[in-house]
């Protein structure tokens, strides 16, 4: 039994991708996995397809269908902003304390692995006075720090991780996956994150040559395991 959250330097930099790509890892080894992704904006209940939840639904081979969309994000917002930001659109405020009590009833009941997909960077507001740092100190469960490969990701990267030492979080793995075009070496990018941190740092090609990523996500499922 164990849950981890997968939380971002940012928005739009793979921490689905992660997550869906653990998903089939766990699935390809018969082991039990669930994964949530509690608020998600730039939802559209029309046309869910290609939303995180619904390819979180599709890498568990669950329907994607209204109450399951419900039951993994019951928080969902149609503009494409901060949450904050996107409720306030739709005349709703996000209720944090009901946010931590869902993941916390979801980590409870838990037989496998959990993966609790974070929204957007770490310090996205949720309301007036939380983050989702808040929320990752209210559930201190282990992290999987997602990043980009684009040119400024180094100090993202590595300002976010202090944030989460100096919270005594527990950091598993920092995952970059690439960023396309990304003008840097990818290589170089992960030797001089691993110059300033502790915690494993693996990396995910765009394409990757023959089974490249499958070994990633294995390792990655071994460290969380
Ligand atoms: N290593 C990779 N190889 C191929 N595609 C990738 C990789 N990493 C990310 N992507 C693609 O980049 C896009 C953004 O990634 P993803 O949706 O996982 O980001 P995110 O951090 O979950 O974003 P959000 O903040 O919206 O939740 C997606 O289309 C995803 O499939
Ligand atoms: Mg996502």
Redesign the pocket.
Known sequence: MSAVFIT?TG???????VAAGLIRCFRALRQPVNALKPLVSGFDPAAPSGS?PAVLLEALGREVKPEELHLISPWRFRAPLSPDMAARVEDRAIDFASVVDFCRAAIAENSGTLLI?G??GIMVPLDKCHTVLDLMVALRLPLIL?AGSYVGTLSHVLCAKDVIMRHGLDLCAIVV??TENAPVSFEATLATLANFTNAPVLG???QAPGAQNDAVFQHLAELIG
């Open positions: 971002g928005t739009d930099v793979g921490k689905t991708f995180d997909e929204i957007g997602v996956s690439e995910l090609r765009r």
